[in-house]
């Protein structure tokens, strides 16, 4: 029997860390002397690459830059946590959904934005860390869109597109997952309006974790 995985992205999934994001990135910017973007204009790349989520917030540099930028980001970032102020809590019910999913059967997995250690960090600060067999980030894959995290989460877990559902907060995940093969699920409650969502060809997009719960159970719902 096929194995079913369920993959969640990370910021504006799992977590709400649209603060550190937002902070880091204006410091990022404000270290370099260039003005900062706006809160919804740094969310609305939350999930790409930090290469490719620089191009699109200041696409009049080049590449070099984009990664210059980058380096500046992770290091803005690092100060946050030295300073004990990332703020990355969980979205009301997420805890309880991951430990009800594995208790079930399902394996577990993320594809994130994040780096690895973020990624680790993260979750083992929330004690959820050990539900999850496939862990799939930036480090290590080509930006979302790209399904290679999602194609690598299913080998990893052997599971097959039609036994597994990717579930993120914005048209990236969504993308990724129909390039998979997989259903996409949609959160309300990320970094992405839910139109956007539903536009971007989710089969269904969840208000909250209870409804989330019946849409994972649920493999032949449509929008």
Same mark, same amino acid.
């Given at each position: 029997?096929?194995?079913?995985?369920?993959?969640?992205?990370?910021?504006?999934?799992?977590?709400?860390?649209?603060?550190?994001?937002?902070?880091?990135?204006?410091?990022?910017?404000?270290?370099?002397?260039?003005?900062?973007?706006?809160?919804?204009?740094?969310?609305?790349?939350?999930?790409?690459?930090l290469p490719l989520a620089m191009a699109r917030l200041?696409?009049?540099?080049?590449?070099?830059?984009?990664?210059?930028?980058?380096?500046?980001?992770?290091?803005?970032?690092?100060?946050?946590?030295?300073?004990?102020?990332?703020?990355?809590?969980?979205?009301?019910?997420?805890?309880?959904?991951?430990?009800?999913?594995?208790?079930?059967?399902?394996?577990?997995?993320?594809?994130?934005?994040?780096?690895?250690?973020?990624?680790?960090?993260?979750?083992? #600060?929330?004690?959820?860390?050990?539900?999850?067999?496939?862990?799939?980030?930036?480090?290590?894959?080509?930006?979302?869109?790209?399904?290679?995290?999602?194609?690598?989460?299913?080998?990893?877990?052997?599971?097959?597109?039609?036994?597994?559902?990717?579930?993120?907060?914005?048209?990236?995940?969504?993308?990724?997952?129909l390039t998979a093969g997989t259903r996409a699920l949609?959160?309300?409650?990320?970094?992405?309006?839910?139109?956007?969502?539903?536009?971007?060809?989710? #089969?269904?997009?969840?208000m909250d974790s209870a409804e989330l719960r019946g849409?994972?159970?649920?493999?032949?719902?449509?929008?």
């Amino acid at each position: 029997m096929t194995n079913r995985l369920a993959v969640f992205d990370c910021d504006g999934t799992l977590v709400d860390s649209q603060h550190s994001i937002c902070t880091a990135m204006i410091r990022a910017f404000e270290g370099e002397r260039l003005a900062a973007p706006d809160r919804a204009t740094i969310l609305s790349v939350v999930g790409l690459s930090l290469p490719l989520a620089m191009a699109r917030l200041l696409p009049e540099a080049g590449a070099d830059y984009h990664e210059h930028l980058s380096e500046s980001y992770k290091l803005a970032f690092q100060q946050l946590r030295r300073e004990n102020a990332v703020s990355e809590p969980l979205y009301p019910g997420i805890a309880d959904l991951i430990r009800e999913l594995d208790a079930d059967g399902w394996l577990l997995g993320v594809a994130t934005g994040k780096s690895d250690r973020g990624l680790r960090l993260c979750l083992t #600060h929330h004690g959820i860390h050990a539900h999850f067999v496939t862990l799939q980030t930036a480090d290590r894959h080509p930006s979302k869109p790209h399904p290679s995290m999602l194609l690598t989460a299913m080998a990893e877990a052997g599971a097959v597109p039609e036994t597994t559902v990717m579930i993120g907060d914005t048209s990236f995940d969504i993308d990724m997952a129909l390039t998979a093969g997989t259903r996409a699920l949609g959160v309300g409650w990320g970094y992405h309006p839910p139109q956007d969502l539903i536009a971007a060809g989710a #089969h269904s997009v969840a208000m909250d974790s209870a409804e989330l719960r019946g849409h994972i159970h649920a493999p032949g719902i449509t929008r």
